[in-house]
């Protein structure tokens, strides 16, 4: 469906060739298993992360540090790629890359980095990125986890930390934690190695969404960390909302693939079912939905593609990501859910993607911003009043 706009001739060789490695990675590997990690909300992420480190996925836009250093643009169409297989597949690549490796690298000193990009680059260590607590999703600047600084004679002494952090993406198979903390100088954030006493992460299970993605509930007792664990160059809230802005970025595109695989299974089935001896395809019905829907999935791709040449030029302004955002989960969402309704009742079976699709979606839509978190952005950008309180 997307080769209705040539799409394709917006995006360099290189994006491209990168690209169809994912695709086939995705078509090869990660599509034979998917339905049955989904089914037993099982999901081999440590094996994974090691793969997809292989094919350089795992912070590929950073530069150094054994990261690719691709365009966002690759970043954005190796999130499609992957969300084309599985949202919660295209989780793990977001929230090692863009959260908790983007965090490091972009807020760490320089010892942070070399302990711990090369190792996350790789998928040898296991990143995960806390913000959410229970009590604050929308307004993380409530958060109740509080780093205390202990006593020493020259100002340097160890950091406490006590606090919850909830619906952390590989919460309990991380091996290093970014925790964000209030301390008496406003937010900041930790490097946390899971294995520190205090530290326990429990799966949060019975998930009808993102089944394929491991989530946790963080407690944090007392954990004792030395002076060097604070990242230096994050403070206050606009250090891990840089790290957000970074993750949405690769929605804004990976949306789209759970949307382009949902129509892709859906005219092969309409093309292939008989009803009332007709192709499915054929009644005019079917094909205003798929008209409609491939008119959406398009508008969609041009505007993540415009969006990533934005910020390859460095010039990305921050309410275009909630343009980006808002648009591409919710249209994404709505061609799930109405390609459920050409395959019938085979729509709500795992045989097909989208019903898995649309229950992924719904944590899409939310996580990263909701879509009235991100409507609030593009409404104060438009009438220079905050709404968000
Ligand atoms: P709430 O903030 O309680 O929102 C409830 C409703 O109120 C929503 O509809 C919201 O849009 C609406 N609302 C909020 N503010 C306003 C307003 N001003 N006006 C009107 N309506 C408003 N977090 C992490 O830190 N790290 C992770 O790795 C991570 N992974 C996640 C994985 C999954 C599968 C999910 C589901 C969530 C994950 N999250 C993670 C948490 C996610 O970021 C939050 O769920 C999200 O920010 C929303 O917070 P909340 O769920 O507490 O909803």
């Not at 990976?254 to 949902?262: E, K, T």
Request: glycine share 12%; with cysteine.
């Amino acid at each position: 469906p997307l080769a209705l706009l040539d799409t394709d001739s917006l995006v360099s060789e290189e994006d491209r060739a990168m690209r169809d490695t994912v695709r086939a990675f995705v078509d090869d590997r990660l599509r034979p298993e998917i339905a049955g990690w989904y089914e037993r909300g099982e999901v081999p992420v440590r094996d994974l992360a090691l793969e997809f480190g292989k094919l350089g996925l795992l912070g590929m836009h950073l530069e150094g540090y054994g990261c690719a250093g691709t365009s966002a643009t690759a970043y954005g169409l190796a999130c499609l790629e992957m969300e084309a297989g599985d949202s919660g597949l295209r989780s793990i690549v977001s929230v090692q890359g863009s959260l908790a490796m983007y965090a490091i690298w972009k807020h760490g000193s320089p010892e942070q980095k070399e302990e711990w990009l090369p190792r996350m680059a790789t998928g040898e260590a296991i990143g995960c990125f806390g913000l959410t607590e229970p009590d604050f999703g929308s307004n993380p600047g409530g958060m109740r986890t509080r780093a205390v600084r202990d006593a020493a004679p020259d100002g340097q002494g160890d950091w406490v930390l006590t606090g919850n952090k909830m619906w952390i993406t590989n919460g309990s198979v991380a091996d290093v934690a970014v925790i964000w903390a209030r301390t008496d100088e406003g937010v900041r954030g930790f490097v946390v190695p899971t294995g520190t006493p205090g530290f326990t992460a429990t799966e949060i299970r019975h998930k009808m969404s993102l089944r394929a993605s491991v989530t946790a509930e963080l407690a944090l007792d007392g954990v004792r960390l030395p002076a060097s664990a604070m990242l230096p160059e994050a403070r206050g809230l606009s250090g891990p909302l840089s790290c957000l802005t970074e993750a949405r970025f690769g929605i804004i595109f990976g949306a789209l693939g759970a949307a382009r695989d949902c129509l892709e299974t859906t005219i092969a089935y309409a093309r292939e079912r008989e009803i009332f001896d007709r192709q499915l395809a054929s009644y005019q019905l079917t094909q205003a939905k798929l008209a409609d829907m491939a008119v959406e999935l398009g508008k969609g791709m041009l505007l993540a593609l415009h969006l990533g040449r934005l910020k390859d030029e460095g010039r990305l302004p921050a309410p275009a990501i909630s343009v980006g955002k808002l648009n591409n989960t919710r249209e994404a969402l709505a061609i799930a859910r109405e390609c459920r309704t050409i395959l019938g009742a085979a729509g709500i079976t795992l045989e097909y993607p989208l019903m898995r699709h649309a229950n992924n979606l719904e944590s899409v839509l939310t996580y990263e911003g909701t879509s009235e978190v991100h409507q609030l952005v593009i409404g104060q950008a438009l009438t220079g009043e905050s709404a968000f309180r």
